[in-house]
């Protein structure tokens, strides 16, 4: 017998339940997998691929990628090179998702309030609503852009003004007036965000709506006192996801001019970026650069927004009487 | 039976984890950019030149092209009668003809994957070409493998050596409604350079023409611009060469044909593109356009009959108004000088291409007007080369079916010197970057809320120092 068999503890045996975690565990990263490789290779790599391009001026010679370390020059470049178009870029781009995103989730908010109400005709109203969302935006913007255009030009919404002896406005070539055509698309195509509204009002406890009117309240005292406390969360759900894709605006852009006409005012900065990467030559690390920069906008803009989240959060006297309710 | 699900169950997770990976794999023998292929390029042609049958038909050519249906079809017929002739197979991709054809290219640039040819917009061959992955095929015109072509189409590198050859000789030419004119009572424009209207005559006329929804033209009293219902004249586009036509007709330019001297900045040029914006917000005789494509009239055909009497577009627009007796061909106006812009897409080979000698025979045959007999015959492409615009016979094979102002016009620009002018992004390195910063801000000018002088003082600086650095990038 080996002696040291006799001072050696014995196997402490591992019970069933912890052996199936295990099991369970690795199970559960493995069906992961997939969406943790794809994050590692498609988005994390990127990323950091992305950041050290941007400390260089990259250029094609003999069809291979030559990179030059440059420092902070891009990013130099993109703030005081007075050939830089990000400040204007930006500019145009945030005046836009900001407006846009006001508008479409007042908009969207006015329509599903109406399309809640029970009359004749409501489910044929609401797919009319929502039909356009199902149209990819690049039809879309194509659509729009053949009702907008010059009446000479077969433009049906401006041969109607000039029927009417209106004289007719210039939506595709006048710098502000371009603005109006992009948030008529853009609310042309928010029927998802109304979906998602009328649904969130199915929630809305009809007994506290009928309390109010029997205490004498109107509609606006409904609305303010349990309806917007009921979709608070929705509603701030909607606003970052309206903020995120009205800053990545970049079909409309490319199909209505490509480069930013009239006068740059299209000219977003996802439109830049994709410019300044794939058309130019050797500014991909300038394009790397101007990415970063507007991360850390996006991510600025978003961490605003979480925290004003708290003042949009369901009220704790909405949330108590939920959690009694049978 | 546990066993079975989980086996099951792992046997899907790794399965699922490796399809996400699929996609990112690639060929490895690609995976160094195009530079292998290069070497590989250079090597190749000692044993690829030959004619054997059996050689040959080990090779596959790729052309990458753009274009429509009809473009397809003859592109299509092209390759198969090549490939019969010679036994070398073609692998003959189309694209949509739009902005996506330079991303495309960008992208089998980066995966090591360049087609052996391919068309070329005419703005980026440049840019290209100082990436070092274009051929010289200077030998194919110096041993007679392609006859001369015309100087306007012949691409040449900042050295001097030729890198591309125009498929077609695109001319900028004016379009107009025979019936707008006959009721306006203005004589349709001239179809030979040395009679083409003079500035005032033309503003006079395109303001006949010009009415509003009450019936009154530009040219009376009374006449409200704010609502015209048929303008004078239209642009197919905003875009450069446009503005460049108007710069050369008043006695200035881009940058001169030897490339030596700057043009753009000088006040004839800067006179002439304010004319042309004046014809929107002076004159009122033209629609609001900008520094784009799609704010143009778009075909001139759908404009001519639609709100617009004249149309300034490019020849490809012939295709269009086949069978159309109301629409007629002539000169544009000048100046101070009768001219034209000439565009036309380059085609080019690769040096990344493993098969070069093969790849550049197919290329002379390619460039051949013969070989794109059916595309000249509709008007969608000019002839390349000289010879098909003096040679009787020749004029005959691709012109018979053009209506006859519009092989007027055209034999006119090809046979009169200095009348055509070429498209400074053939020969300009630093033109895509240049072209950049005007378009910054040449909408303020087309809006009519600056003039070109005042865009000028801010711009014409850079541009300068950008065409001075004689670099792409």
Known sequence: MNPESKTSPAPVPV????KGAVKEAVAGYLFAAPAIIGFLVLTLYPMLASFIYSFHKITIMSGSQIMEWIGLDNYIYIFSNPSSEFKKSITVTLVYAFVNVVLVIVFCLIIALLLNRRFIGRNMLRAVFFLPSVVPMLATTIVWQMLLQNQAKGGLVNWILLQLGIAPIEFLTDPIQIFSTLFIMSLWTCGGTIVVFIATLQDVPGELLEA??????????????????????????????????????????????????????????????????????GMRGLASAEAWIVFLITLAITIVLFYFQGALKRDDSMGKRRKVRP | MKVGKRTLMMSMAVTMALTALTGCTGNSDNQQGGTNKAAEGTKAPANAGDNKDTEAKDITLELLYWGDDVQKKLVEAATKKYTADTGIKINAQVL??????????????????????????????????????????SDLLTDGSIPEKLSAITIHSPEQKVI?????????????SKSKFDEAGVAYPPTKVEEAWDWDTFVANAKQLTKDTKGKTAAEEGFNADLTENYGLGFTAGREFHHFWAANANGGGIVSPDGKEFQWDSPESAEGIQMLADLVNKDKVASPFTYTWSTGIGSAVDALSGGYAMAVSGSWDLANIKGNEDIGVGVLPKMKKAVTMNAGAPLVVYNTSKNIEEAKKFYAYMVNPENSLELLKSGAWLPNQADWYTDAALVDKWSSELPVSAKETILSYSTTKDSIVQWPAYYVPAYLKMNTEYEKSIDQVLS????????????????????E?????
């Open chain 2, 469 to 473: 650095s004689g670099k792409v990038s």
């Open chain 2, 96 to 137: 949509p003809a739009d902005g996506t054809f330079d991303t495309f290219i960008q992208t089998r640039l980066q995966s090591g994957e360049l087609p052996d040819i391919s068309y070329m917009g005419e703005g980026d061959i440049q840019k290209y070409n100082e990436m070092g992955i274009l051929a010289d095929i």
């Open chain 2, 448 to 467: 009519g809320s600056k003039s070109v002088k005042e865009i000028y003082d801010s711009i014409m600086p850079v541009i300068k120092s950008l065409w």
């Open chain 1, 212 to 281: 109010i009117e029997m205490d004498g309240g109107n509609a606006w005292h409904k609305f303010l006192k349990v309806t917007y406390p009921t979709i608070k969360p929705v509603l701030f759900f909607q606003l970052i996801m309206c903020m995120m894709t009205s800053i990545q605006i970049y079909t409309q852009s490319v199909v209505l001019s490509r480069n930013g006409a009239p006068d740059r005012m299209t000219y977003f900065i996802n439109v830049m970026i994709y410019d300044h990467s794939f058309v130019q030559v």
């Open chain 1, 15 to 18: 019970p069933k339940q912890a």
């Open chain 2, 164 to 176: 591309g050859v125009g498929l077609s000789n695109q001319l900028e030419l004016l379009f107009y």
